[in-house]
């Protein structure tokens, strides 16, 4: 019987429940920009997914910083930028102001305006560039799939509605074996850091876990 490859690369669907703005930095006749050419770089998709990786694995610092890098020592995995369908993404302008708590007007001179896409999906990829083991392969898949899963928002103004996503791995999927994958790795790093035994209590990380990677 044929054995199916094992996988080397993560595929992540992104659907966009409003509008969102990752900034340049810079702006343009006063208006805060975004970058028309590229407008949800890999370096913004592999600082959100470190961030989730941590949320989720309190306790695997050193397993996230093998998988993301650390000083020193490069990510084996190279993320790439947010790829939208043709004419899947608009730029628009969206303006701010600022109210006077005393007087309940808009204060003068307080007028933002900042750019900002809409678009209703895109794809990225997360691909392995550097030799790694099968077993370390599928370990640092289950954390970057469980990861991107765990991403909801993105880019700036979130407080304000904007940036919330349901990201999806699309292959490897994030299937029932997968997630059991990921919590035993929760459950190994978390004894690996324990300088005591744990005192004993109810087992609270399979729901933790699995509502979190799933929520949309």
């Known amino acids: 019987m ?27 006749l006063g208006v805060a920009t975004v970058d028309d050419d590229n407008p949800l770089p890999s370096a913004s998709l592999k600082g959100l997914m470190r961030a989730s990786a941590r949320r989720l694995l309190p306790d695997g610092g050193p397993l996230i910083d093998r998988v993301f890098g650390a000083a020193r020592r490069p990510s084996p995995w190279y993320w790439s930028d947010a790829v939208f369908p043709p004419d899947g993404v608009t730029r628009k302008p969206r303006a701010r102001i600022a109210i006077d708590t005393e007087l309940g007007v808009a204060q003068e001179n307080h007028l933002f305006v900042a750019d900002e896409h809409w678009a209703r999906t895109a794809e990225f990829a997360v691909t392995k560039a550097a030799p790694l083991s099968p077993d370390e392969t599928d370990e640092h898949l289950t954390v970057l799939a469980c990861a991107a899963a765990g991403v909801h928002s993105l880019g700036g103004d979130r407080r304000r509605g904007l940036g919330w996503v349901t990201c999806t791995p699309l292959a490897p999927r994030l299937d029932d074996a997968l997630l059991d994958r990921f919590e035993a790795l929760r459950a190994r790093t978390s004894a690996d ?23 949309g």
């Not at 044929?2 to 343009?28: C, D, K, N, S, Y």
């Not at 324990?194 to 990677?213: K, L």
């Open 193 to 215: 850091t324990s300088a005591q035994p744990a005192p004993s209590t109810p087992r609270q990380t399979s729901p933790t876990i699995r509502q979190e990677a799933r929520r």
């Open 2 to 28: 044929t054995t199916a490859p094992q996988p080397q690369q993560l595929v992540v669907r992104i659907e966009f429940h409003g509008p969102f703005r990752v900034g340049t930095g810079l702006t343009r």
